[in-house]
Structures are given as C-alpha cells and as structure tokens.
C-alpha cells in the first residue's frame, strides 16, 4: 500500500483559507485517495475523496495532479471547530481491504 | 454518509477481566469490518479484518487469541478483549466499507470509538 507524507502541523487563522498537501509517489494505479478528519476520542470523519484532478463537496475540495503523486485538501475559511488532525489515506477501491494511516496533519485554528 | 456505530463508547474494567466492544454498520450491510487501535497522541494502527462468516484475519504482532473477533451478521462485528491489563488500555475503533454495488468507490466510514481503560 502507497505510504504517504504529510506535514505534522500547521497553524492559520479563522477565515483563511488552508491547504494540505500529501505526498504518495508510489501511488497504484488503482488507489483512490481519501482524507478524513479526526478529533479528539472521536472516530475518523470522512471528508472528500477523488482518483484524479479535482474533486468539490461542500466542506472542502481535494486537488489532484495529472501524476498522481501528490495531492491537496483544500479547506475554505477555516473556523476554530477545524482544528483536528487531517489524514491523507491511499488505498485500492477493493473490498475487505483497510486503509493504512499515517502520521496526520495537526492543524490549529487561533481567532 | 454512511453510520456506523460504537457500544459502549467508554468502559473501565479490572485487570485480568473480557470486555466485548460492538461495531455495527447501522444503514448498510458489510462483509467485511475492520478494527484499529489508537494509543494517545499517535496515528490509528490497524488490528485486524473481519470477514463475515469466517475467521478474522489479524495485522501482524496482534495476538488472536487476546484479541477475538466474531463477525457474527453483515451489520455486526464484536471485538473481545480477553483477560485484559493495563497496556491494552486505548481507544479502539472499527470501520467498514460501504458497498458501491460496482457503481464507484467503496468508501470507508469509521465508528466513534471505545475507550477502554483497564485498572
């Protein structure tokens, strides 16, 4: 399974806009990639999902390179309710097999 | 999106005894369930895949005998932590895929989690 690369942390400001990239060179060409949201003793929540160039919902937009190999979660003026860690998972569309996480993205919203 | 749900969201039990969490996929039918674990601070770690109808198929350096599950239905799938101690103490989570009827991708949805706390 395609490892991927996040940065640790990043810190913004209410209303800005922030943008998560991941990295996964070794991306299959069968994998799809997914992020999702975790907060504290909470479950992972899912948040967008997308194979290739871009993909819109109504709480974030994920940016997708003809390449593959790396990819963008884009959140649109933050709230402090943002703050959470983000992961970015690869994985085939293949059932009975699990995404693997990563480290995740510690983001935190100040006001 | 799809639910999945948790039972019992936090329990506290004496060292040595069982406790069996639930996982049930609440408006879809799952073939196969997936367990993990997380210690505080740190990214989720895969335990183990639940197939419905047969035996779990367990991560590497997971003991399947401490850790039994039993995929009992298509909604349900129970996670016994056997004679339980303190380091087994953490926040585990469940998570199923929810059928795409071969129309697009199979997205994963989690559960709330349990935290288990063991004396």
């Known amino acids: 399974l395609a490892k991927t690369t996040q940065p640790i942390s990043m810190d913004s400001y209410e209303g800005q806009e922030v943008n998560i990239t991941c990295s996964h060179n070794n991306i299959a060409t069968n994998d799809y990639i997914t992020w999702y949201q975790q907060f504290p003793s909470q479950g992972p929540r899912f948040i967008i999902q997308?194979?290739?160039t871009k993909v819109t919902n109504e709480v974030a937009s994920l940016f997708i390179p003809a390449d593959r190999k790396s990819s963008t979660l884009s959140l649109p003026r933050v709230s402090l309710s943002d703050t959470a860690v983000y992961y970015c998972l690869v994985g085939p569309n293949q059932a009975g097999t699990a995404l693997i996480f990563g480290k995740g993205t510690t983001l935190s919203v100040s006001s | 999106g799809a639910v999945v749900s948790q039972h019992p969201s936090r329990v506290i039990c004496k060292s040595g005894t069982s406790v069996k969490i639930e996982c049930r996929s609440l408006d879809f039918q799952a073939t196969t369930m997936f367990w993990y674990r997380q210690f505080p601070k740190q990214s989720l770690m895969l335990m183990a895949t639940?197939?419905?109808?047969?035996?779990?198929?367990?991560e590497q350096g997971v003991e399947k005998d401490k850790f039994l599950i039993n995929h009992a239905s298509l909604t349900l799938s129970t996670l016994t932590v056997t004679s339980a101690h303190p380091e087994d103490s953490s926040f585990y989570i469940c998570s199923a895929r929810l059928p795409s009827g071969g129309r697009g991708v199979e997205t994963q949805y989690f559960g709330p989690g349990t935290r288990l706390l063991v004396l």
């Open positions: 997308g194979y290739k």
């Open positions: 639940s197939n419905e109808g047969s035996k779990a198929t367990y």
